[in-house]
């Protein structure tokens, strides 16, 4: 089966500083999304990465704040900039391998903002 | 946009006993609805899944129920383990692409 990789697996930074998540995906997909897990809570849809072209965000979510980057059909960076405590989440990225199949998840990127 | 609701936020069962946890709907387009198995500090694992064409779909102890027009969903696992202890999400999407909208999530315990 596929391996969806993350990375960092987890990191501390400092307020105010952003960090880079990458999502790998060692065979190529039609979809790539980005969810964040806020702690003990459900997932929630950041946006859908789009290969080529301008991440779609959802309400709530905009791009200077988190923007997304996908260069190919494998890759995906999520950038969570300026950062408070309140971000503190997990960040998953999902991908999907055919149009309308099931959604894989990355192991997640745990963020702890200090 | 989509809203899912779930319930119960948490259930505690006796090992061989059956768990129930149930979800609602708000978009009569969506057309999707898978369920996740997270355990602790792990990443969501699909369990079991069905599209609305289907009415009930079941794989070994594990079984999903919908119902299109009253808008909801339930899971059924039988004879419950201490290894499905975890928290399950259930999820909506409309397709095209899963953009998928999670419930609330259920905790469940199964106790020896």
């Known amino acids: 089966s596929a391996v969806i990789s993350q990375k960092p697996s987890r990191d501390i930074c400092q307020r105010g500083t952003s960090l880079t998540i990458q999502c790998q995906v060692d065979?190529?997909?039609?979809?790539m999304f980005w969810y964040r897990q806020q702690p003990g809570q459900s997932l929630t849809l950041i946006a859908t990465a789009n290969q080529g072209s301008e991440a779609t965000y959802e309400s709530g979510f905009v791009i200077d704040k988190f923007p997304i980057s996908r260069p190919n059909l494998t890759f995906s960076t999520l950038t969570v900039s300026n950062m408070s405590p309140e971000d503190s989440s997990i960040y998953l990225c999902?991908?999907?391998?055919?149009?309308?199949?099931?959604?894989?998840f990355g192991q997640g990127t745990r963020l702890t903002v200090v | 946009g989509e809203n899912v609701e779930q319930h119960p936020s948490t259930l505690s069962v006796q090992e061989g006993d059956s768990a129930v946890i149930k979800c609602t709907y708000s978009?009569?387009?969506?057309?999707?609805f898978p369920w996740y198995k997270q355990e602790l500090g792990k990443r969501p694992q699909l369990i079991i899944d069905i599209r609305s064409n289907v009415g009930e779909k079941k794989d070994q102890r594990i079984a999903v129920t919908l119902n299109k027009t009253a808008k909801h969903f339930s899971l059924h696992i039988t004879e419950t383990q201490p290894e499905d202890s975890a928290v399950y999400f259930c999820?909506?999407?409309?397709?095209?692409?899963?953009?998928?909208?999670f419930g609330t999530g259920t905790q469940l315990k199964v106790e020896l």
């Open positions: 065979s190529q997909v039609t979809m």
């Open positions: 999902s991908v999907e391998f055919r149009l309308d199949t099931e959604a894989f």
């Open positions: 978009d009569s387009a969506s057309n999707y």
């Open positions: 999820a909506a999407s409309t397709g095209g692409g899963n953009k998928l909208t």
